[in-house]
């Protein structure tokens, strides 16, 4: 399980997140909605350390770390913690100098030094799951955006991360190639994958997180199932955000 407490994130004199306490359990799906700038991306990149909290402290199983501005991170508990998670980023991000098997390989042999045969079995197994198998010797240039994406997802789940983040991955598709990326991450659900995804695609959200967390201003604004909260929202500013999206 994940778990984020007090954490606060500033750019210079910009508080872009607010105390900011959260415990997201294993196996489910959250997903950070809001408007733009609301914090949501530093959010989701605080998880991993590709931002560093100024304040708070971070769980992802058992790995734990807490900050302070005057607290520099080793390179060695930044990546025992960043090894726990999986990241899929909206633009896809994938090596664009290795086939589709080998961008899902690349970490599992560079990073884990398993044995390539080992790593190739293990990549053919993400492929299949993500529908790609079928193009595991493509270069991605070759790929639609959402099979890039299916590629990516693969990727991430290579070596078998606690959680999966997402950062508006269907953001960069069309509606038809989004919808074969839900389709996906919904299966990943269904298997318990535990995941946080920052999203505006409303429709990602009620078909795949069982927890939305509403966020503006760095504020975690309204919390609550994806039914209660696109339904029936409570706070002001929820009300207006969802209005302006239907
Ligand atoms: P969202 O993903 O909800 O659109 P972000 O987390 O990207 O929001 O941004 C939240 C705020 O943090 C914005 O005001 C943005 O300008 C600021 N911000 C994000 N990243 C940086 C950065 N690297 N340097 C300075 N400000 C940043
Ligand atoms: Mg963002």
Do not use: Y
């Amino acid at each position: 399980m994940i778990e984020l407490t007090h954490i606060e994130k500033r750019f210079g004199d910009n508080i872009v997140l607010r105390d900011i306490s959260v415990l997201l359990p294993e196996s489910t799906v959250t997903a950070l909605v809001g408007p733009s700038g609301g914090g949501k991306s530093t959010l989701l990149r605080c998880i991993n350390l590709l931002e560093t909290p100024t304040f708070g402290k971070i769980r992802v199983g058992s790995e734990e770390i807490e900050l302070t501005p005057d607290r520099k991170l080793g390179w060695k508990s930044i990546q025992s913690l960043r090894r726990q998670t999986g990241m899929v980023f909206q633009s896809f991000q994938l090596f664009p100098h290795r086939t589709a098997i080998g961008n899902v390989m690349e970490g599992l042999v560079t990073v884990l030094k398993w044995p390539a045969d080992k790593a190739r079995k293990r990549a053919i197994e993400l492929l299949e799951k993500v529908g790609m198998a079928h193009k595991a010797d493509a270069w991605p240039a070759t790929l639609s955006g959402g099979q890039q994406q299916r590629v990516a997802i693969a990727r991430a789940l290579a070596p078998s991360p606690r959680v999966l983040l997402c950062d508006e991955p269907t953001s960069a598709l069309d509606p038809e190639l989004a919808e074969e990326v839900v389709d996906v991450l919904s299966q990943l659900a269904r298997e318990n994958t535990t995941m946080v995804m920052a999203t505006h695609d409303l429709r990602l959200a009620s078909r795949v997180a069982n927890k939305v967390l509403f966020l503006d201003g760095g504020l975690i604004v309204e919390s609550g199932e994806p039914r209660e909260i696109f339904a029936s929202p409570q706070q002001e500013r929820t009300k207006k955000f969802i209005a302006s999206l239907s």
